[in-house]
């Protein structure tokens, strides 16, 4: 904000300082002359009002602005298709405000947008990039919410567009991805509820230590169809797709395990389908848990941080050939200050969940799923940096099909 108030602010006072500047040089004072201390003084008064005049019309001095542009420069090989080789380059582009109203609240904006099409949109075959955006380049209002304390132990949260996993008392993952199938280290039935309206809570208990371990318990609601003014939908219809999510937590800075239970009624539609089984989409209630862990070393260089999850899920009443059960899981490492300091690595690999037990009789065709991927970020500076990074899997959509891609991401954050 403080830039936008110098573009403004700029213009305004050179345009008023101007007429101050031009008598200003003249003739040495006289008696007689317009220039007495007191015109100069009226006309600096003048000059501080109409400043702060402007000034009264800009943001407030506690928002705060940040943001990001993307460049995606890639490629991905889909062997069951012939056309899918091609290098592609897009973009995204995202800005951040905060305002805070009282100095321990924030008001989130988010607004993004993006041409992101095709494979690096496609979260089917799990080469959805964490980067990427499909506005088709219009600009929209991606994310808002409220966030406030009550007293000293809970954070609240409330807004017409927020995800379950902003609602913790600490992120569900440490792990950073390239591809968005191992957010939440990984993505699954347990987290990401999709944009909806919502409300949460977050308990951390007090400790004196700041590096010691503590306790925390998240809980929230979020509502599908919250935005739904029609017969059965919005915050607590009975058609309502909504996503009730609860997480408790034991740890400190250096390491953590937790464990998050989900119940999701009326479908996963709209919520995760797309990081599990096809075989597991369908209209019914799930029961979801998430079990996760990390590590984080002394130092960093040489020995990574450490992310490990575990998926699993149960659907209530599927459809003949419908996953009844499915399972999943991923190992992340990643490695801060890796050969040059500020520079990073990360690898990842797993199994999205899949099918472990199907009504009636058959077979997942991605039972044996893989996935990975590997990157190396470089900081050029503090504002830039470049990723290449390279990603695969196999099993994923139907047996037999395998998948790599490699990108070069490169990020100006401001």
Do not use: C
């Not at 940040?66 to 899918?84: L, R």
């Not at 909504?242 to 937790?258: A, D």
């Amino acid at each position: 904000m403080k830039l936008f108030q110098r573009l403004l602010v700029a213009p305004a006072a050179l345009g008023l300082m101007a007429p101050l500047a031009a008598n200003a040089d003249v003739s040495p004072v006289s008696s007689e002359s317009d220039l007495s201390s007191e015109i100069i003084q009226a006309r600096v008064d003048g000059v501080e009002a109409q400043l702060g005049e402007v000034m009264a019309g800009q943001f407030s001095s506690s928002t705060k602005m940040s943001g990001k542009a993307a460049f995606i420069t890639g490629y991905v090989d889909d062997d069951s298709e012939s056309d899918t080789d091609s290098i592609t380059m897009e973009y995204m582009y995202q800005l951040n405000l905060n305002t805070s109203f009282t100095g321990e609240d924030n008001l989130y904006t988010r607004i993004k947008t993006g041409n992101v099409s095709d494979h690096f949109g496609d979260s089917g075959q799990g080469t959805y990039l964490s980067a990427a955006n499909k506005n088709g380049g219009t600009l929209k209002v991606d994310k808002l919410w409220y966030q406030f304390p009550v007293g000293d132990s809970l954070q609240v949260w409330v807004g017409p567009r927020i995800e379950n996993y902003y609602m913790l008392a600490s992120s569900a993952s440490i792990y950073k991805p390239i591809t968005k199938q191992f957010a939440n280290g990984p993505n699954g039935s347990s987290y990401g509820s999709s944009t909806s309206p919502g409300f949460g809570v977050a308990w951390t208990q007090e400790v004196e230590d700041p590096s010691a371990a503590r306790w925390a318990v998240s809980a929230n609601y979020t509502a599908k169809d919250g935005a739904d003014s029609s017969s059965d939908n919005g915050l607590f219809g009975e058609k309502t797709r909504n996503f009730v999510l609860t997480k408790i937590e034991y740890g400190s800075p250096q390491w953590q395990v937790s464990l998050a239970t989900s119940f999701k009624e009326n479908g996963a539609n709209g919520y995760d389908g797309y990081y599990h089984s096809k075989l597991a989409d369908h209209d019914g209630d799930i029961t979801a848990y998430g079990l996760r862990g990390y590590w984080k070393p002394d130092e960093t260089g040489a020995i990574p941080e450490i992310q490990v999850g575990y998926e699993s899920a149960s659907m209530d009443s599927p459809s003949a050939g419908q996953a009844e059960d499915t399972s999943g899981w991923m190992i992340g490492l990643g490695w801060k200050d890796l050969f040059v300091d500020g520079n990073r690595a990360g690898v990842a690999f797993g199994s999205r969940q899949a099918a472990t037990g199907i009504k009636g009789s058959g077979s997942d065709p991605s039972e044996d799923n893989t996935v990975w991927e590997a990157y190396y970020e470089f900081k050029i500076n503090d504002g830039v940096t470049v990723t290449p990074a390279v990603f695969g899997s196999t099993d994923v959509e139907a047996e037999g099909k395998d998948i790599t891609g490699a990108v070069l991401l490169t990020e100006f954050r401001f």
